[in-house]
Nanobody, 124 residues
Framework: QVQLAESGGGLVQAGGSLRLFCAAS????????MGWFRQAPGKGREFVAA????????YYADSVKGRFTISRDNAKNTVYLQMNSLKPEDTAVYYC?????????????????WGQGTQVTVSS
């Protein structure tokens, strides 16, 4: 069983930064491709960023490219999402997810394990 716990969310002004953390309680973390997704009020959950198990492949949604950075530390069983130049439209609950299917993808259906989410609110 894989358990994921997000933290680091909060309230920030537009233009500010936050760093999200996702801690995994599993011995197989280094084999998992990891993704960040978000869900804004009244909207569906959307892809934000993904990183392969080795960190060698990284993907971003166009809306966050150049502002957000995904990274991971396999020794600490943790994946990070550094968010800079935040905008009000980045306001959402942010979820991390783990995928063991071998695909580093944008499709949330590829991800079998999900955290509970952390709220990010960006004020204008």
């Amino acid at each position: 069983q894989v358990q994921l716990a997000e933290s680091g969310g909060g309230l920030v002004q537009a233009g500010g930064s936050l760093r999200l953390f996702c801690a995994a309680s599993t011995r197989t973390f280094s084999s998992a491709n990891m993704g960040w997704f978000r869900q804004a009020p009244g909207k569906g959950r959307e892809f934000v960023a993904a990183i392969s198990w080795s960190g060698g492949n990284i993907y971003y949604a166009d809306s966050v490219k150049g502002r957000f950075t995904i990274s991971r530390d396999n020794a600490k069983n943790t994946v990070y999402l550094q968010m800079n130049s935040l905008k009000p439209e980045d306001t959402a609950v942010y979820y991390c997810a783990a995928d063991y299917s071998g695909v580093t993808g944008r499709d949330q259906r590829d991800y079998a394990y999900w955290g509970q989410g952390t709220q990010v609110t960006v004020s204008s």
